[in-house]
């Protein structure tokens, strides 16, 4: 009767599967607040432009000027730090994919020593095979010759 293959590190290469799937959504969830950042930052820069363009068909009028101006120093205010948060948020990419490139290499190392116990435990489920197979080949010439001798 066959034994069935047990990896003596399956603990090990499922807490590293545990730790792959969670730099996954960790990337994941890095991206998503990037994009959220390029977005806040696109429609700001946006509404920038929306301003200037009402600016030039609008009249000249020294309190809508002053006003518009504040505006748009807040405006480009919160572009700058909009601008900073997607710096962040680049950075924040970067570190979650060489955490996540590190963990799939460090259960690749495991899985590819899981894959060499496997193959070791074939070779011995055929080794061990043939040596059955021979000793019932034996048994049987030695069993033919007997009754082979009988006669």
Do not use: W
Not at 106 to 120: M, P, Q
Request: net charge positive; glycine share 2%.
């Amino acid at each position: 009767m066959a034994r069935k293959f047990e990896f003596s590190l399956q603990k090990v290469l499922d807490v590293r599967q545990l730790i792959q799937d969670q730099k996954i959504s960790e990337l994941n969830k890095a991206q998503s607040a990037l994009s959220a950042a390029e977005a806040l930052l696109s429609n700001s820069e946006g509404e920038k432009e929306r301003i200037f363009t009402e600016a030039k068909m609008q009249p000249l009028d020294i309190r809508t000027i002053k006003i518009r101006e504040a505006y748009l120093k807040q405006l480009d205010e919160r572009i700058l730090q909009q601008h900073r948060m997607v710096r962040q948020c680049e950075d924040n990419v970067e570190i979650a994919r060489v955490a996540l490139q590190t963990a799939s290499k460090e259960k690749k190392t495991v899985e590819r020593l899981r894959e060499k116990a496997h193959s070791e435990y074939q070779r011995k489920q055929r080794s061990r095979q043939e040596m059955i197979d021979s000793e019932i080949a034996l048994r049987r010439t030695g069993f033919d010759s007997e009754v082979g001798g009988a006669e």
